[in-house]
């Protein structure tokens, strides 16, 4: 059984958590192994539409178990507000849901402290963060300083949250921001951890014996690889590793475990927040984009940015990534556009470039090089194979494989589990 790894491969938002719930029809695992509640990963069931920050979108399906893997940065709050409104909805979580004692925990002071340090920001060097605390909490795990899910099962583990609130309080009056009431913190923490408590485990050999047995595993990557810390537009990036290089150390299984990368990319681009976008359309067609995509952030509905498919940003992912096939999601969106742009290269100071620079000022002075390809004109939602879909659709297909250098077996017409076709050619 295989053990795949999906990416997103342009700036997060690429669909994830739709192929995610379509992939786990037969999976064991889904496994998440970095970021935290800045995720938005949207999955639409028949008529039922869920948004999933933290949980596994796999937990949608009652045969697939889920793993919140050590690599994560958990909201207590915000987890078990997202797990009791499952609950409410029907989803069982009994013997399903095994949160890692090694993740580390967002706290209130960790979305103050982001807060704080994006308002002290100059206008031009605001992030544009979703203000869920995920870049003081990594700051504070690399800091040896940060707490963990199992510290939960500590007696004392009130006054962990307490002394680290009284440094935290004193580094965000010094910012100028208020300090938090550490007894409600302390209310608010106590409830969480109650209700989390159960489903804390070490969930590292959990997972050794699902590879042992060979299981199906999945595990969902969140952001995308141009948010990575490493490899992506650095420093309008996450706090986490984006890519699958990030699956083996968010959820201890070994890398050569791994035998399947996805990327899921969108026919087209859209970035949330700030920073250095080069296919960006600032016209009406980027309008028309994002009004036909519903190009709306899933965790802060923000309107998105949009732009052309730039295949400079996907084949760079394909190196970083490891990815040895696509999801091409969204096409249906391009369906009314006349005249489709790619971008195949950037210019940049007079030359071409071919892979994405990791100097953020080089990366804004990039423009990109764009070769045209007719659009299809045609509807494509009701498309169920190959044949089916418009000659212009296949055309566009075949043309991003080729530039891109890797086959596209899964394609997304539609936000629905229905409204997708496994491209066998
Ligand atoms: P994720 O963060 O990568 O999981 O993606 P999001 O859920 O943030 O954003 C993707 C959005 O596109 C969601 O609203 C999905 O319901 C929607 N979606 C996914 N695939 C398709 C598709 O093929 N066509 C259309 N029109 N919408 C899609
Ligand atoms: P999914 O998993 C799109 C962006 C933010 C901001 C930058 C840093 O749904 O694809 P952070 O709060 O992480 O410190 O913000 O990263 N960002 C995302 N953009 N999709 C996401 O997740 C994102 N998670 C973070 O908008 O630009
Ligand atoms: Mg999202």
Redesign the pocket.
């Known amino acids: 059984m295989a053990k795949t790894v999906l990416i997103?491969s342009q700036?997060?938002?690429e669909g994830?958590g739709k192929i995610i719930d379509v992939l786990t029809a037969n999976a064991d695992w889904v496994v998440r192994y970095q970021?935290g509640n800045?995720?938005?990963?949207t999955v639409e069931v028949g008529d039922q539409k869920y948004v999933l920050h933290l949980t596994p979108s796999g937990i949608l399906r009652e045969t697939c178990k889920c793993v919140i893997g050590n690599g994560l940065v958990v909201d207590l709050v915000g987890l078990m507000g997202e797990l009791k409104a499952l609950v409410e909805r029907g989803i069982s979580l009994d013997n399903r849901l095994f949160i890692s004692d090694r993740a580390h925990m967002v706290l209130q002071y960790h979305k103050e402290l982001d807060g704080a340090r994006e308002s002290n920001r100059e206008e031009s060097e605001k992030?544009?963060?979703?203000k869920?605390g995920?870049?003081p909490a990594y700051c504070d795990k690399a800091d040896r300083t940060g707490l963990r899910l199992g510290d939960i099962l500590e007696t004392d583990f009130l006054d962990m949250v307490k002394t680290q609130a009284k440094v935290k309080n004193k580094i965000l009056t010094g910012m100028g921001a208020d300090p938090l009431d550490i007894d409600q913190l302390l209310e608010q923490v106590k409830e969480a951890a109650d209700y989390l408590r159960p489903f804390i485990c070490d969930t590292i050999p959990l997972l050794h014996k699902a590879v042992q047995n060979d299981d199906d595993i999945l595990f969902e990557g969140?952001?995308?690889v141009m948010?990575d810390i490493d490899f992506g537009s650095y420093p309008?990036?996450?706090?986490s590793s984006t890519g699958a290089g990030g699956a083996p150390a968010g959820s201890g299984i070994p890398p050569n475990a791994i035998d399947r990368v996805v990327g899921i990319v969108k026919a087209y681009t859209t970035r949330?927040?700030?920073?250095p976008f080069p296919t960006e359309l600032r016209d009406g067609m980027g309008a028309h984009i994002a009004k036909v995509g519903n190009e709306f952030g899933?965790?802060t509905g923000r309107p998105r940015r949009c732009g052309w498919f730039d295949g400079v940003v996907a084949r760079y992912a394909v190196m970083v990534g490891g990815i040895n096939e696509w999801a091409l999601m969204k096409l249906d969106v391009l369906d009314a556009v006349e005249t489709i742009k790619v971008c195949v290269a950037y210019e940049c100071d007079g030359e071409r470039i071919e892979t994405v620079p990791a100097s953020i000022r080089k990366l804004g002075r990039c423009t990109p090089i764009y070769e045209e390809l007719k659009g299809w004109n045609t509807p494509t939602t009701e498309c169920t194979t190959w044949d089916e879909l418009p000659e212009q659709a296949q055309k566009y297909i075949e043309y991003l494989e080729k530039l891109t250098g890797v086959k596209i077996h899964i394609l997304s017409v539609g936000p629905r589990r229905s409204s997708t076709l496994l491209l066998e050619r």
């Not at 800045?38 to 990963?41: P, R, T």
């Not at 309008?236 to 706090?239: I, K």
């Open positions: 997103g700036w997060g938002d994830k970021g800045n995720a938005g990963h992030i544009g963060t979703t869920r995920i870049g969140a952001q995308g948010l309008y990036v996450t706090s949330v927040g700030e920073g899933a965790t």
